[in-house]
Protein backbone atom coordinates (compact mmCIF):
# COMPACT_ATOMS: atom_id res chain seq x y z
CA UNK A 1 0.00 0.00 0.00
CA UNK A 2 1.15 3.37 -1.34
CA UNK A 3 0.11 6.83 -0.62
CA UNK A 4 1.15 9.64 -2.72
CA UNK A 5 1.14 13.50 -2.24
CA UNK A 6 2.49 16.08 -4.75
CA UNK A 7 3.67 19.31 -4.40
CA UNK A 8 6.12 22.06 -6.29
CA UNK A 9 3.20 22.95 -8.96
CA UNK A 10 2.46 26.42 -9.83
CA UNK A 11 3.31 28.99 -12.43
CA UNK A 12 5.91 29.76 -14.24
CA UNK A 13 7.10 31.83 -17.80
CA UNK A 14 8.59 30.03 -20.73
CA UNK A 15 11.98 28.62 -20.49
CA UNK A 16 11.86 28.23 -17.02
CA UNK A 17 12.28 25.28 -14.55
CA UNK A 18 10.35 23.99 -11.65
CA UNK A 19 10.85 20.55 -9.85
CA UNK A 20 8.04 18.42 -8.52
CA UNK A 21 8.08 16.12 -5.57
CA UNK A 22 6.09 13.36 -4.83
CA UNK A 23 6.24 12.24 -1.31
CA UNK A 24 5.09 8.44 -0.51
CA UNK A 25 4.30 6.80 2.52
CA UNK A 26 4.73 3.34 2.72
CA UNK A 27 7.31 0.70 4.04
CA UNK A 28 7.98 -0.63 0.43
CA UNK A 29 8.54 2.45 -1.22
CA UNK A 30 11.81 1.43 -2.75
CA UNK A 31 10.24 -2.12 -4.37
CA UNK A 32 7.54 0.34 -6.66
CA UNK A 33 8.34 1.65 -9.94
CA UNK A 34 7.17 5.47 -10.16
CA UNK A 35 5.70 7.66 -13.32
CA UNK A 36 4.41 10.75 -14.02
CA UNK A 37 1.16 11.74 -16.36
CA UNK A 38 0.31 14.69 -16.90
CA UNK A 39 -3.42 15.55 -17.89
CA UNK A 40 -4.06 19.14 -20.01
CA UNK A 41 -7.88 20.12 -20.15
CA UNK A 42 -9.96 18.05 -23.49
CA UNK A 43 -7.30 16.14 -23.40
CA UNK A 44 -6.43 11.84 -22.48
CA UNK A 45 -3.64 11.65 -19.80
CA UNK A 46 -0.50 11.27 -21.20
CA UNK A 47 2.55 9.40 -20.02
CA UNK A 48 5.79 11.76 -18.73
CA UNK A 49 8.58 9.79 -17.88
CA UNK A 50 8.93 6.59 -15.53
CA UNK A 51 11.73 5.16 -13.42
CA UNK A 52 12.71 1.77 -12.38
CA UNK A 53 13.14 0.44 -9.27
CA UNK A 54 16.97 0.38 -10.02
CA UNK A 55 16.68 3.99 -11.08
CA UNK A 56 16.31 3.52 -14.76
CA UNK A 57 15.02 6.13 -16.33
CA UNK A 58 12.36 6.61 -19.71
CA UNK A 59 10.65 9.85 -21.32
CA UNK A 60 7.93 10.86 -23.49
CA UNK A 61 9.85 12.24 -26.83
CA UNK A 62 7.92 15.63 -26.08
CA UNK A 63 9.78 15.58 -22.52
CA UNK A 64 13.16 14.15 -23.32
CA UNK A 65 16.16 16.48 -23.16
CA UNK A 66 14.37 18.59 -20.74
CA UNK A 67 12.64 16.93 -17.87
CA UNK A 68 14.67 14.66 -15.64
CA UNK A 69 13.24 12.09 -13.19
CA UNK A 70 14.69 10.91 -10.11
CA UNK A 71 13.58 9.14 -6.58
CA UNK A 72 15.12 8.80 -3.23
CA UNK A 73 14.31 6.06 -1.31
CA UNK A 74 15.73 7.11 1.64
CA UNK A 75 13.22 9.91 1.54
CA UNK A 76 10.23 7.89 0.34
CA UNK A 77 10.28 10.59 -2.76
CA UNK A 78 10.01 10.92 -6.19
CA UNK A 79 10.97 13.92 -8.26
CA UNK A 80 10.52 15.65 -11.98
CA UNK A 81 13.11 18.59 -12.58
CA UNK A 82 11.32 20.37 -15.65
CA UNK A 83 13.49 22.81 -17.21
CA UNK A 84 13.22 24.89 -20.61
CA UNK A 85 9.14 24.68 -20.23
CA UNK A 86 6.98 25.26 -22.70
CA UNK A 87 3.45 26.39 -22.53
CA UNK A 88 2.60 23.18 -24.22
CA UNK A 89 3.90 21.78 -20.86
CA UNK A 90 0.53 23.24 -19.20
CA UNK A 91 -1.07 20.33 -17.92
CA UNK A 92 -2.08 18.71 -14.33
CA UNK A 93 1.20 16.42 -13.18
CA UNK A 94 0.61 13.31 -11.67
CA UNK A 95 2.95 10.82 -9.66
CA UNK A 96 2.18 6.92 -9.82
CA UNK A 97 3.29 4.15 -8.69
CA UNK A 98 2.95 0.52 -9.49
CA UNK A 99 4.97 -3.02 -9.81
CA UNK A 100 6.32 -2.35 -13.28
CA UNK A 101 7.64 0.30 -15.37
CA UNK A 102 5.02 0.97 -18.15
CA UNK A 103 4.13 3.84 -20.41
CA UNK A 104 0.26 2.96 -19.89
CA UNK A 105 -2.03 4.47 -16.96
CA UNK A 106 -3.81 0.84 -16.18
CA UNK A 107 -0.55 -0.38 -15.09
CA UNK A 108 -0.36 1.74 -11.61
CA UNK A 109 -1.90 0.95 -8.92
CA UNK A 110 -1.15 3.98 -7.05
CA UNK A 111 -1.89 7.87 -7.83
CA UNK A 112 -1.70 11.42 -6.47
CA UNK A 113 -3.89 13.99 -6.26
CA UNK A 114 -2.16 15.85 -8.74
CA UNK A 115 -0.34 19.16 -9.33
CA UNK A 116 -1.01 21.91 -11.65
CA UNK A 117 1.59 23.38 -13.88
CA UNK A 118 0.99 26.46 -15.91
CA UNK A 119 3.23 27.75 -18.73
CA UNK A 120 3.15 31.32 -19.53
CA UNK A 121 4.27 32.52 -22.86
Known amino acids: QVQLVESGGGLVQAGGSLRLSCAAS????????MAWFRQAPGKERAFVGH???????YYANSVKGRFTISRDNAKNTLYLQMNSLKPEDTAVYYC???????????????WGQGTQVTVSS
Open 26 to 33: GRTFSAYA
Open 96 to 110: AAGGDVSRLTRNYQY
Open 51 to 57: ISTSSST
